[in-house]
T-cell receptor, first 119, second 115 residues
């Protein structure tokens, strides 16, 4: 089945440091890839996404490139801020067709990586 | 838009009691998902609905769990009887398939503690 593996945390960085959170996936089809972020006490929010190979998703200074050859979608940011402290989830969607014929878009999540940025 | 609304935000109950979690999806969204998050198991999909119809409930842990969606603006997740191992944060999410393509919007979650 589909799976997502992301680096274990926690990751602790100083403000303005470079961030990389690794994510690799296994999927039978041709999935779309996502990074979600969860701030303390809140639900998950979509951070960025990419729907085909070589696409680069970007938002709020974060970016990730869909690499089909290495089945990876690593998250990067050039200069982190204290406000980036959160848990980051890599996810993929695998379009499945149930008996009704309608498409469905379940997400398979990684276990999350907690990032702490210190001043 | 108010976003996905969940209630209650926190629930503390005793083992054996019935627990009902509520969710109001974003208006117009046609998919609704229930997730459970724990430290040990991470984020797990329990069940999801399309146009109020349950599509896949294979993630529901056991018969003690049930979910309903009587209309497009309301869903419930019920645990009866509750057990301490059900303690977790339960998230509801919704999506609009046609235009958002896979993007799910999460509610703030309900933190359930079963003593």
């Amino acid at each position: 089945g589909d799976s997502v593996t992301q680096m274990e945390g926690p990751v602790t960085l100083s403000e303005e440091a470079f961030l990389t959170i690794n994510c690799t996936y296994t999927a039978t089809g041709y999935p779309s890839l996502f990074w979600y972020v969860q701030y303390p006490g809140e639900g998950l929010q979509l951070l960025l996404k990419a729907t085909k190979a070589d696409d680069k998703g970007s938002n709020k200074g974060f970016e990730a490139t869909y690499r089909k050859e290495t089945t990876s979608f690593h998250l990067e940011k050039g200069s982190v801020q204290v406000s980036d402290s959160a848990v980051y989830f890599c996810a993929l969607s695998d379009r499945r067709t149930p008996h009704s014929g309608a498409g469905s878009y379940q997400l398979t999540f990684g276990k999350g990586t907690k990032l702490s940025v210190i001043p | 838009d108010a976003g996905v609304i969940q209630s209650p935000r926190h629930e503390v109950t005793e083992m054996g009691q019935e627990v009902t979690l509520r969710c109001k999806p974003i208006s117009g969204h046609d998919y609704l998902f229930w997730y459970r998050q724990t430290m040990m198991r991470g984020l797990e999909l329990l069940i999801y609905f399309n146009n109020n119809v349950p599509i896949d409930d294979s993630g529901m842990p056991e018969d003690r769990f049930s979910a309903k969606m009587p209309n497009a603006s309301f869903s419930t997740l019920k645990i009866q009887p509750s057990e301490p191992r059900d303690s977790a944060v339960y998230f509801c999410a919704s999506s609009l398939d046609r235009s958002q393509r896979y993007e799910q919007y999460f509610g703030p979650g309900t933190r359930l503690t079963v003593t």
